[in-house]
């Protein structure tokens, strides 16, 4: 597995799979083309589909230069390795061809070349690949899971920095009215809620207006941190910010909790998928509110075994969670996905937390079952805006 840095990458929204993954893409192009004269880009699959809601065009023709680059949906093609492809072509000022590459974004901001090994990430930084290896590894060495990963991936810096732009995307959230971009002229809901949270001092108040809030900022393209994808960027941030004001959880603490959900996203993304466009919401919303548990559960003095059976429930009761975004964008059902979503990782935390953390069903197995659910499930439900709740609503 590679760090957990990658689970936590920081950028503009609202869609790391189709913004962000797409923009680093265009953006290793062209430094690898720097004379070039113009530029055509394909978007193929789930990009094609859902790229022009999810700013794909957008972000490419900014990235390679707006007046010398065409976008192309081409929503016929398909590729077997993954939804998110995309091709890049450079021409000299002779209208020759000087370059080609054919790229895939898979989720998170990552991306992958043609069959390339998708799960294995360029650095191998940890000695196990399965939460089972890694809890029996921490009993032998009687340590926690937060030892564990301040043993082999210790990024403590960055991590900082990752909570100062959650804290700013909350903030940023909460202080904004208006209306978000994009066709369905949604109302932003994050201030309202903050207001009510304010007369009535309540933990969920505080956690459904911060989720509301990122997801917000994500929405209208703030800069924000995937955790682990864009669309699912508010449920983390929901979980620690009512920790930190209402129970005044210190900074050290909360950057622990990051450590340890990271590491459940990391064995997600790993063995399972963190991608909308193929395995469905649930590798979005469902890893997050997995990885938010995790932390949670921490947070709550969790053991090992209850902070693996939070993150396992969480995950488990959003199986088959479909991805409809309604015209293609991330915002219904998304935005309010992320405050429920957060609601349930903090009750599967409590949950957990009332048990001695034993139980039948493994994180492992729920990350693999999660994987069949998402190959079993219609393309119309992976990111296309082909069926579901964006076919009910057409704009
Ligand atoms: S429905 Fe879920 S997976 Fe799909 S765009 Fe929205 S948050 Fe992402």
Not at 242 to 259: A, T
Not at 300 to 313: F, H, V
Request: with cysteine; aromatic share 8%.
């Amino acid at each position: 597995m590679d760090s957990i840095k990658n689970i936590y990458k920081i950028g503009n929204g609202p869609s790391s799979s189709h913004t962000m993954g797409p923009q680093i893409a265009a953006q290793k192009f062209l430094d690898k083309n720097p004379n070039a004269s113009r530029f055509y880009v394909e978007l193929y699959g789930s990009l094609a589909l859902t790229g022009k809601g999810h700013l794909t065009d957008y972000i490419i023709k900014k990235t390679l230069g707006e007046n010398k680059t065409t976008v192309k949906f081409d929503i016929k093609t398909n590729y077997d390795y993954h939804p998110n492809g995309m091709k890049f072509f450079a021409y000299n000022d002779k209208n020759e061809k000087i370059d080609e590459w054919l790229v895939f974004s898979v989720g998170g901001g990552s991306l992958r070349e043609l069959n390339e090994e998708r799960s294995e990430g360029k650095a191998n930084l940890y000695p196990h690949k399965t939460m089972d290896e890694i809890l029996l590894f921490c009993e032998d060495e009687d340590i926690t899971l937060l030892d564990y990963v301040k043993r082999y991936d210790d990024c403590t810096y960055y991590l900082n920095i990752v909570l100062d732009v959650m804290l700013e995307a909350i903030e940023k959230g909460l202080a904004t009215s208006g209306t978000l971009p994009g066709s369905l002229r949604l109302a932003r809901k994050a201030k309202d809620f903050y207001n009510k949270y304010k007369k009535v001092e309540s933990f969920s108040n505080l956690m459904y207006a911060s989720a509301l809030a990122v997801a917000e900022e994500n929405a209208s393209g703030g800069l924000i941190v995937t955790s682990p994808t864009c669309g699912a960027c508010g449920v983390v941030p929901s979980v620690i910010y009512p920790q930190i004001i209402m129970n005044h959880v210190s900074r050290e603490k909360i950057i622990n909790g990051l450590m340890i959900a990271g590491l459940f996203g990391n064995i997600i993304k790993y063995n399972g998928s963190i991608s909308g466009a193929e395995v469905g919401c649930q590798g979005e919303i469902g890893s997050a509110s997995s990885m938010a548990a995790a932390l949670s559960a921490y947070l709550l003095g969790g053991n090992n075994r209850q902070i693996e059976y939070a993150a396992e429930i969480a995950l488990e009761h959003h199986l088959g969670l479909t991805c409809d975004p309604i015209d293609g964008l991330v915002q219904i059902p998304c935005i309010e996905r992320n405050a429920i979503a957060a609601s349930m990782a903090f009750d599967s935390a409590k949950y957990a937390c009332l048990t001695d953390g034993s139980h039948r069903i493994s994180f492992d197995y729920i990350v693999g079952v999660m994987k069949e659910t998402g190959k079993d499930l219609s393309d119309k439900y992976k990111e296309t805006s082909e069926g579901g709740l964006a076919k009910i609503i057409k704009c």
